[in-house]
């Protein structure tokens, strides 16, 4: 039975073909015509010169892209067959790797995306031509997603600062190693070509991550309240990230996935430093009295204060008028009182300063070459460069300045 699907499913991709060869001869049939012939209901992978082809036919006419855009959302919507829809997610997966991220293509693809015509998450697809459909149907619907999360990137605008970023590069890296292969899709060689595409990116979007956030951890103390709040709840989510992060590229090593020389080093977090950030985090700030809603116009926007030993629960009028660290009317206050009191102080207020130093060791560690424009996955060149060694548990020291 599902030979006889396989065959019914060639036959009707032939008939595509030879229909869309005798269409009339407009832009938008020769692009389906591309299309077809890239994504054949096959075991060979998408062939160089339809990726060639495509850009070529982009970088002639920036108006072809609104084709592709049409044309991809018919054949992926459309097909029931793994094959063409893993083809289909291949192809565009290297045209977002090959074009910057404000080209004409992804203008397109957004466009078509935000109008319902493209639907990448929630995936639709069925696949009915296979023994295992269960297995490639739940890897080319993960994959659709990490896709999807692609183009939200290409959303970000230059301007966008670092905390913005951080989160949705944690969720492109999430759905990275969503896609997880099981079953005969783990053996399947398109699904490990797909696999190597997936990978390479969540190694250029960690590294990006971990520059990213050494540099809002270096500006902590100069944020506000709710900005160190959000900033530590990302770095928290990355203690748990990067050690799922190392497992599932332990499990692409073991199955051969890109070379070990490729995979960047992935730092652990320990607990320890949460814990020291959420305890200092908690004592460092406090809502002022003006930032109350019953705060006059003047003060109406929230103020932060450093917290003191008083107790600001209680605000009646009895309370006793706040006294200086060292009353110096007091003439019996001898100077050795004043230089222990003066160095405790000073203590601290050194103490996150002394806390937030950590070695350098890793901050010249980034290898990876990011592109200055706001799509992580442009790669002009198709390859990597790495000067990441080591393993997880080896590593003396954290580049995440703490």
Request: hydrophobic share 35%; proline share 5%; aromatic share 10%.
């Amino acid at each position: 039975m599902m030979r006889l699907r396989r065959v019914c499913s060639d036959l009707k991709e032939k008939s595509y073909v030879r229909y869309a060869k005798i269409a009339s001869g407009s832009g938008y049939s020769n692009m389906k015509v591309m299309m077809i012939k890239a994504t054949t209901p096959d075991d060979i992978p998408v062939q160089d010169k339809y990726i060639d082809n495509l850009l070529t036919l982009f970088a002639l006419s920036p108006s072809s892209c609104h084709s592709f855009a049409i044309t991809f959302t018919r054949r992926f919507g459309t097909t029931r067959s793994w094959r063409v829809a893993l083809k289909c997610l291949i192809l565009l997966h290297r045209l977002l790797r090959s074009v910057p991220g404000n080209s004409p293509l992804s203008t397109q693809l957004l466009w078509a995306r935000s109008n319902g015509l493209m639907s990448l998450h929630p995936c639709r697809f069925r696949d009915t031509c296979s023994s295992s459909s269960h297995s490639y149907t739940n890897f080319i619907t993960s994959y659709a997603h990490f896709l999807h999360e692609a183009l939200n990137c290409l959303m970000l605008e230059d301007n966008t600062n670092s905390q913005e970023q951080l989160p949705q590069l944690q969720s492109v890296i999430d759905k990275a190693m969503d896609c997880f292969p099981v079953g005969l899709a783990a053996k399947s060689f398109m699904v490990q070509s797909a696999m190597k595409l997936i990978i390479r990116d969540s190694f250029v979007c960690y590294t990006r991550f971990k520059k990213e956030m050494t540099a809002v951890l270096d500006n902590l103390l100069q944020m506000p309240y709710r900005n160190c709040i959000a900033a530590f709840n990302i770095y928290k989510k990355a203690s748990v990230q990067s050690n799922q992060l190392y497992e599932f590229y332990e499990w692409c090593k073991a199955k051969g996935l890109c070379g070990s020389y490729e995979y960047p080093l992935v730092d652990p977090i320990p607990n320890v430093q949460i814990k020291a950030l959420e305890t200092f985090l908690s004592g460092m700030w406090q809502l002022t009295d003006s930032s109350s809603p019953a705060s006059s116009s003047s003060s109406s926007q929230s103020q932060l204060a450093p917290m003191t030993g008083r107790n600001k629960g209680q605000g009646s009028e009895h309370e006793e008028e706040e006294k200086p660290l060292i009353d110096l009317e007091d003439d019996h206050v001898s100077w050795e009182t004043l230089l222990e009191t003066s160095i405790t102080y000073s203590h601290q207020d050194d103490t996150m300063s002394s806390f937030m130093i950590s070695e350098r060791g890793h901050e010249d560690d980034v290898g990876w070459k990011i592109t200055s424009v706001y799509n992580p996955f442009y790669q002009p060149n198709e390859q990597l460069e790495s000067t990441h060694y080591g393993s997880f548990p080896s590593n003396p020291s954290y580049p995440w300045d703490i």
